[in-house]
Nanobody, 126 residues
C-alpha cells in the first residue's frame, strides 16, 4: 500500500525555522516522475495550497502567503520531498500534509493529487 509519511513538525517560535520531510513508503512506490505538493489546514479553516514542485525540481510554485519564506525541494534518490519553513508566523500554524500526483508537473489544485500523507502538526508561538 502506498503511503506518504510526513515528519519534522513541532512547536517553534515566531521568526524561527522548521524543515518538514515527506517520505514515500510501499514496496514499489516511487515519487520519481510525480509532481508533489504541500498543503495545510488550520483549525476551522479549509485546506489550502502551500507549495508544489515538478518531477525534476526545476519548477516550483508557492502560495502568496509563504512566498519568500518557504522553499520546497526534493531528492528523488531518497524518495523524499522537503518543505523548508523560515521566518514562520503564528498564522502558519496548521497541519501540513504532502501529496503526490500523477503527471510530472506541479499543481496547486488539491483534487489533482492521488496520494496524501496523514499530516504533521506545526505550531508557531508568538
Amino acid at each position: 500500500q502506498v503511503q506518504l509519511v510526513e515528519s519534522g513538525g513541532g512547536l517553534v517560535q515566531a521568526g524561527g525555522s522548521l524543515r518538514l520531510s515527506c517520505g514515500a513508503s510501499g514496496r514499489t512506490f516511487s515519487i520519481n516522475g510525480m509532481g508533489m505538493g504541500w498543503f495545510r489546514q488550520a483549525p476551522g479553516k479549509e485546506r489550502e495550497f502551500v507549495a508544489t514542485i515538478d518531477w525534476s525540481g526545476g519548477r516550483t510554485n508557492y502560495a502568496d502567503s509563504v512566498k519568500g519564506r518557504f522553499t520546497i525541494s526534493r531528492d528523488n534518490a531518497k524518495n523524499t520531498v522537503y518543505l523548508q519553513m523560515n521566518s514562520v508566523k503564528p498564522e502558519d500554524t496548521a497541519v501540513y500534509s504532502c501529496a503526490a500526483k500523477y503527471g510530472s508537473g506541479p499543481s496547486s489544485i488539491a483534487d489533482e493529487y492521488a496520494y496524501w500523507g496523514q499530516g504533521t502538526q506545526v505550531t508557531v508561538s508568538s
